[in-house]
T-cell receptor
Framework: NAGVTQTPKFQVLKTGQSMTLQCAQDMNHEYMSWYRQDPGMGLRLIHYSVGAGITDQGEVPNGYNVSRSTTEDFPLRLLSAAPSQTSVYFC??????????????FGPGTRLTVL | AQTVTQSQPEMSVQEAETVTLSCTYDTSENNYYLFWYKQPPSRQMILVIRQEAYKQQNATENRFSVNFQKAAKSFSLKISDSQLGDTAMYFCAFCHSGTYKYIFGTGTRLKVLA
């Protein structure tokens, strides 16, 4: 198993540009989520999904869109990038949506810089 | 709102010694899970240990153990026989049963000294 994969590893955008961060898992996990990590702030939940076709907002959803058309993929879209979205983004997944009971596996992260 | 507080931004410990990282949390719920995650310089997040709130017994995983004080809402991590490979950021996290929303603390940077 490749586990949780994220692409790209690094990205530089200009203010106003849009892009999609890709996340995929090959473990047949129901639950997938996106976090952002900022210095001194820990990880904050952006959006999550408990199965194909089901998504919901986390703590900091503004400026981001998600969709879950397949079990494997959970892309994160930045609609109009802003410097405040400069961060490291992590995707995570777990086997079931029974919160806490299953281990969350994290991807390697994407470092995004918005100029 | 639920919060997780890690009051020690940085700590250091000599190799082979024991260190304890602190974490407190705030919730009015009774059923939840608590976690410690390790993030080494590679940036990969790795689950170290998990505690279910309804279990009174403290969780242990090899050299890692927790001191879970439910009434005090405290969840500290003890690392015994510290190794150089334990050098990392450590995050305490919390999740209510059935909510799927994980709340992370701001992290403690641990450095193990040779």
């Amino acid at each position: 198993n490749a586990g949780v994969t994220q692409t790209p590893k690094f990205q530089v955008l200009k203010t106003g540009q849009s892009m999609t961060l890709q996340c995929a898992q090959d473990m047949n996990h129901e639950y997938m989520s996106w976090y952002r990590q900022d210095p001194g702030m820990g990880l904050r939940l952006i959006h999550y999904s408990v199965g194909a076709g089901i998504t919901d907002q986390g703590e900091v959803p503004n400026g981001y869109n998600v969709s879950r058309s397949t079990t494997e993929d959970f892309p994160l879209r930045l609609l109009s990038a802003a410097p405040s979205q400069t961060s490291v983004y992590f995707c995570a997944s777990s086997y079931t949506a029974t919160s806490g009971r299953d281990t969350q596996y994290f991807g390697p992260g994407t470092r995004l810089t918005v100029l | 709102a639920q919060t997780v507080t890690q009051s020690q931004p940085e700590m250091s410990v000599q190799e082979a010694e024991t260190v304890t990282l602190s974490c407190t949390y705030d919730t009015s719920e009774n059923n939840y899970y608590l976690f410690w995650y390790k993030q080494p310089p590679s940036r990969q997040m790795i689950l170290v240990i998990r505690q279910e709130a309804y279990k009174q017994q403290n969780a242990t995983e090899n050299r890692f153990s927790v001191n879970f004080q439910k009434a005090a809402k405290s969840f500290s991590l003890k690392i015994s026989d510290s190794q150089l490979g334990d050098t990392a950021m450590y995050f305490c996290a919390f999740c209510h049963s059935g909510t799927y929303k994980y709340i992370f603390g701001t992290g403690t940077r641990l450095k193990v000294l040779a």
